[in-house]
């Protein structure tokens, strides 16, 4: 029931990213599983905060996903952060320089592009030489991010012609581990576009109860007022 509430809502987001040309693999991702999210938020801050910030988020929020104060602190601040700090970009102003466009805010991009998008985004770059810097990518042609992760899943070259993939250099991780490594990055830029979700859920569940609940008295009531009437 739950599940089937929550896939009704999401129908439009799927449609929307339908559109594209490259299809788009079903992300995995599950908003409550904690051990996922903060995994994902230890990959967003060694590998994507360098260039994009999350200007929504503060890094204390992170308490909500099972890490203490001293667990932040240690795994993922950088040197000068305090803990009560929005998580911004230490790189700044000279990405747009280098890349020539500005790494977006990604604090809400979940929501922009939907995590089907975003988890095959981040499993489609291929190596291209035709292009400023060397990556080009399945869903989001001439992109001008280089590839983040390259040393985890390794260079692949792509042919869109034949819809072909080949492994070019051989990553830190198995295609496997590195399909969950991003499941777990994907989960946490849509915990962060919406961090009141996990809440959100509960209450949800809660007044669903209640719901039932009254409907039980009222339909005993029913019964109670209308036994004399027959
Ligand atoms: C070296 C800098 C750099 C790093 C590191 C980087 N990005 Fe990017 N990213 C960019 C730039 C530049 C763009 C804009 C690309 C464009 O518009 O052509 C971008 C675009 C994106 C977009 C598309 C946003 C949109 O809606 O158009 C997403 C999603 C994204 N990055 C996610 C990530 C994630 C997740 C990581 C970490 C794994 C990451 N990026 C690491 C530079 C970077």
Redesign the pocket.
């Known amino acids: 029931m739950k599940r089937l509430l929550f896939l009704m809502m999401l129908a439009p987001v799927l449609a929307w990213g339908a559109e594209a040309g490259y299809p788009l693999d079903r992300s995995p991702h599950e908003p409550t599983d904690l051990v996922s999210l903060q995994s994902g938020a230890r ?2 801050v060694n ?6 910030s999350a200007q929504y988020m503060r890094y204390s929020r992170l308490t909500e996903i099972g890490l203490t104060e001293q667990q932040i602190r240690d795994n993922l601040l950088f040197t000068g952060e305090k803990v009560g700090d929005m998580m911004k970009v230490p ?1 700044g102003a000279q ?2 320089q ?7 805010d ?1 604090s809400v ?1 979940a929501r ?2 939907g995590a089907d ?2 988890y095959t ?2 499993r489609t770059f291929y190596r291209d030489p035709k292009t400023a ?1 060397g990556w080009n990518n399945a869903v ?1 042609e ?5 590839h ?2 390259w040393s985890l899943q390794g260079e692949r070259g792509y042919d869109p012609e034949k819809n072909q993939w080949t492994q070019i250099t051989k990553g830190a991780l198995s295609q496997v581990e590195y399909d969950m490594a991003v499941r777990d ?2 989960n946490f ?1 849509v915990y962060v576009g919406e961090p009141a979700a996990i809440k959100r859920k509960t209450i949800g569940i809660v007044v669903l109860l209640v719901l039932g609940v009254l409907f039980i008295l009222t339909y005993l009531l029913k019964k109670e007022f209308w036994k004399d009437v027959k």
């Open positions: 990959l967003f590998y994507c905060l360098g260039c994009h790189m990405a747009k280098w890349f020539g466009v500005a790494p977006p990604l991009v922009s592009r998008w975003l985004y981040l810097t989001f001439n992109v001008g991010m280089p983040a992760l990055l994907v830029l």
